[in-house]
């Protein structure tokens, strides 16, 4: 699986976007990204996820540049709910194939 | 909402001793996964099963760990003897084996402490 480069930290004011940058140069064609974040003491929740086009759920907006070596995750109005370290993560397969290969994800903090 | 049980959720213990978690997965679940993570770092992958099967395994210290699923449902993860090195959050995650988002669904966690 392909690897991910992240920014260790970021910050973001309550109420306002976060845009969370993920850089995979190195992805394949049938590699899919996939985000998870985690909060303190407790176990990753998955987000969102996607091949090439862009994707929205209730939770986030996935942005994924034409030539997929980057993506972005964004959360629209970021409350401090949404402190947290975001994985961002690329594997074969959209369905029951691969693993999750985890790096050091991003530590956003939201500040009131 | 159907979640994935661990337990137990904090455990201390003395190095050599062992120690051994539990886990539950969501029912219907054919893929389980135990997750090792580092205080600071990412989850890390230490098995995979797939119904009763081991399907990845090579991350596994097995000197001294060892895991099984033997009627495809819940899950041991068992450490003998217990390091130093070994004090870490233990997760649990399961996968449903038909389509979906391929989203795997992550218990809380059991955090060991090595004395």
């Known amino acids: 699986d392909a690897k991910t480069t992240q920014p260790p930290s970021m910050d973001c004011a309550e109420g306002r976007a976060a845009n969370l940058p993920c850089n995979h140069s190195?992805?394949?064609?049938?590699?899919?990204v996939y985000w998870y974040r985690q909060i303190h003491s407790q176990g990753p929740q998955y987000i969102i996820h996607?091949?090439?086009n862009n994707e929205t759920n209730e939770m986030a907006s996935l942005i994924i540049t034409e030539d997929r070596k980057s993506s972005t995750l964004i959360l629209p109005h970021a409350t401090l709910r949404d402190t947290a370290v975001y994985y961002c993560i690329v594997r074969v397969g959209g369905g029951s194939q691969g693993n999750l290969i985890f790096g050091k994800g991003t530590k956003l903090s939201v500040k009131p | 909402e159907a979640e994935v049980a661990q337990s137990p959720r904090y455990k201390i213990t003395e190095k050599s001793q062992a120690v051994a978690f539990w886990c539950d997965p969501i029912s219907g679940h054919a893929t389980l996964y135990w997750y090792r993570q580092i205080l600071g770092q990412g989850p890390e992958l230490l098995v995979q099963f797939q119904d009763e099967s081991v399907v990845d395994d090579s991350q596994l210290p097995k000197d001294r760990f060892s895991a099984e699923r033997l009627k495809g449902v819940d899950s041991t993860l068992k450490i003998q003897p217990a390091e130093l090195g070994d004090s870490a959050m233990y997760l649990c995650?399961?996968?449903?084996?038909?389509?979906?988002?391929?989203?795997?669904?992550f218990g809380e966690g059991s955090r060991l402490t090595v004395l």
């Open positions: 996607g091949l090439k």
């Open positions: 995650a399961s996968r449903s084996g038909t389509g979906g988002t391929g989203e795997l669904f």
């Open positions: 190195t992805i394949s064609g049938n590699e899919y």
